[in-house]
């Protein structure tokens, strides 16, 4: 059984920074990619990156391009989302989730598997 757990989420003062985690337990990663979503209150829930863990290749959306960076620890089976330049647009429940493709998605039906949230919360 495939559990993603995020960590990192918080507050912080618009303009600055925060690095989220999910670590990934429960099977090999190597063909799966991983997304990070977030959802804001009262809103849609939104894509906000993708990584394919075997080559590393990556999508962000455009609200985010430039801002924030998705990578990866093979080693620690571990995600990261960097996020710089924080606005308090920003502000949402970070979820992390995997599907068992190289094939990067940005719609949530694509994803089999998601972790609990992570609250980041961006004060202007």
């Known amino acids: 059984q495939v559990q993603l757990v995020e960590s990192g989420g918080g507050l912080v003062q618009a303009g600055g920074s925060l690095r989220l985690s999910c670590a990934a337990s429960?099977?090999?990663?190597?063909?799966?990619?991983v997304g990070w979503f977030r959802q804001a209150p009262g809103k849609e829930p939104e894509f906000v990156a993708a990584?394919?863990?075997?080559?590393?290749?990556?999508y962000y959306a455009d609200s985010v391009k430039g801002r924030f960076t998705i990578s990866r620890d093979n080693a620690k089976n571990t995600v990261y989302l960097q996020m710089n330049s924080l606005k308090p647009e920003d502000t949402a429940v970070y979820y992390c989730?995997?599907?068992?493709?190289?094939?990067?998605?940005?719609?949530?039906?694509?994803?089999?598997?998601w972790g609990q949230g992570t609250q980041v919360t961006v004060s202007s």
């Open positions: 990584i394919s863990w075997s080559d590393g290749n990556t």
């Open positions: 429960g099977r090999t990663f190597n063909n799966y990619a």
């Open positions: 989730a995997a599907r068992p493709s190289r094939i990067l998605r940005i719609t949530q039906a694509s994803y089999d598997y």
